[in-house]
């Protein structure tokens, strides 16, 4: 009785609380006193992580045990120390990436990023300043109550997205409050690399330990800086970088602001926008799931013909296509919205595509949308795919493959000759060549000459 009672009482709680699509194990790596962060892990609670906070230093801390991971998501913040321990070394946080494991680094301008820290970033393609001990200043958006005079606690508003066709996860009102952010580089190489929050035009980086505040020979200015930046691998798994630990402080979740310009002081944005953070980093949200593939021969009217998805088809049939998308929000999986300008593509291809179409929404459930299209097989036998590769930024991916053989005509599937109306004029030409003949052949028989006299004589006698 008691082992049904705890189990009806776990299934409870898990249904009580939003877990995250790829599992509720969370592992918080710091040094520094945790109560500073108390409302951001009480939130984190509510979500539903199972949350162990371990120091870098501990010699028992592994990420993996007997080649499975140890933890659904690490979060880690900075050190005191120079480097993350031998159980979280470059190569086993990207092995963790690897393993479909989420990440989540917090750097702080206060202090040195560690060498280990840095050659992390460098495996990702992400570069920081080369002294490792800079911070962005901005003298034109900052908080003139806490910061007037190093202008580096900078005030930003929540980011919309770079382009229309994204999802806003991040946009919102409010103000963002970043003490001393130490500012990215995004190389060009990687098309796996996105920025969440860019620091403003009028922004530059600096070295902390100079103190000059000057923008020359600076690192990297305006735009170029990402002050939140991600990378989403292909197997969508996630690495998010926030240039600035103190964002989630206690203190700047409820602080009040106030910009050179503005004329009274506000309050912050930060909690909201580190709950997106988290739930995106963690794949609480823009996560898509595919559920039934199908696709089935068509009559003029729509309707099914034969079985579904069949293993052959022939050239010129009537083909539709049908996939089922469904998007993940926090606790439970909804219907998949596609943004107008960039639908979801059908790839009908063997070496190359011989169809490219435009998925267009058909119907939708209480927690999937089923996006489908119909085209006519192209007069080409051989091995074809129907292929979906959907990638887009802050969503997870989609690449779906779905092999079938197209063959030629049988010879009984071939139209009549008398049914092709633009051979009448042959079947025309033939029979009267057969008419002829006949006719030829009928006058031949029965039109002999008439015997000559002699004959007639000869025949007498």
């Not at 199972?50 to 499975?68: C, Q, V």
């Not at 085209?375 to 074809?384: C, E, N, V």
Request: net charge negative; charged share 20%.
């Amino acid at each position: 009785m008691r082992l049904l009672l705890s189990v009806l009482l776990g299934f409870w709680g898990a249904c009580a609380y939003a877990l995250s699509s790829s599992g509720s194990r969370l592992l918080v790596v710091l040094e520094e006193e945790k109560s500073l962060y108390s409302t951001f892990w009480a939130d984190l609670e509510g979500r539903g992580y199972d949350i162990t906070f371990e120091s870098p230093k501990n010699e028992k801390l592994s990420l993996f045990e007997l080649g499975e991971r140890s933890y659904d998501h690490v979060l880690i913040l900075p050190p005191k120390s120079k480097g993350l321990g031998p159980a979280l070394t470059p190569k086993l946080l990207v092995d963790f990436v690897n393993s479909d494991g989420n990440i989540l680094l917090a750097l702080s301008g206060k202090s040195s990023t560690s060498s280990a820290v840095s050659s992390l970033l460098l495996e990702l393609d992400l570069h920081i300043s080369p002294d490792r001990s800079s911070a962005v200043v901005d003298h034109f958006n900052y908080d003139v109550l806490s910061a007037a005079e190093k202008h580096d606690i900078l005030l930003l508003p929540r980011p919309s997205p770079p382009r229309p066709d994204l999802k806003p996860y991040f946009s919102g009102d409010g103000v963002l409050a970043f003490p001393r952010p130490v500012g990215q580089s995004l190389g060009n190489a990687s098309p796996l690399l996105a920025p969440i929050l860019r620091a403003p035009e009028t922004a530059y980086s600096y070295n902390v330990k100079e103190d000059s505040g000057s923008a020359e020979d600076s690192f990297a200015t305006g735009s170029q800086l990402a002050l939140v930046s991600t990378l989403q691998g292909r197997n969508s798994a996630r690495f998010t970088v926030l240039g600035s630990v103190e964002a989630l402080e206690d203190k700047w979740f409820s602080a009040s602001v106030q910009g050179p310009n503005d004329k009274k002081a506000s309050k912050t944005a930060n909690r909201e926008f580190a709950k997106y953070l988290t739930a995106w980093t963690f794949q609480e949200i823009g996560v898509l799931k595919v559920g039934k593939v199908e696709h089935y021969l068509t009559d003029k009217e729509g309707n099914i013909e034969g079985e579904v998805n069949p293993i052959i088809y022939r050239i010129k049939n009537d083909i539709t296509f049908e996939i089922e998308l469904s998007e993940y929000e926090f606790d439970k999986w909804v219907p998949f919205e596609a943004v107008p300008e960039d639908e979801v593509q059908l790839e009908f291809t063997m070496l190359s595509p011989f169809h490219l179409l435009n998925l267009q929404p058909k119907t939708r459930t209480e927690n999937s949308t089923i996006f489908s299209t119909t085209f006519t097989s192209p007069d080409q036998h051989g091995i074809f795919s129907f292929r979906v590769n959907y990638q887009r930024p802050y969503l997870t991916y989609i690449e779906e493959k779905h092999e079938v053989t197209v063959r030629h005509f049988a010879h009984d599937e071939y139209p009549r000759s008398w049914k092709i109306t633009g051979g009448w004029v042959w079947i025309a030409g033939l029979w009267s060549v057969i008419g002829g003949f006949l006719a030829f052949v009928f006058v031949w028989l029965y039109s002999a000459p008439s015997p000559s006299a002699e004959a007639k004589i000869k025949k007498v006698n």
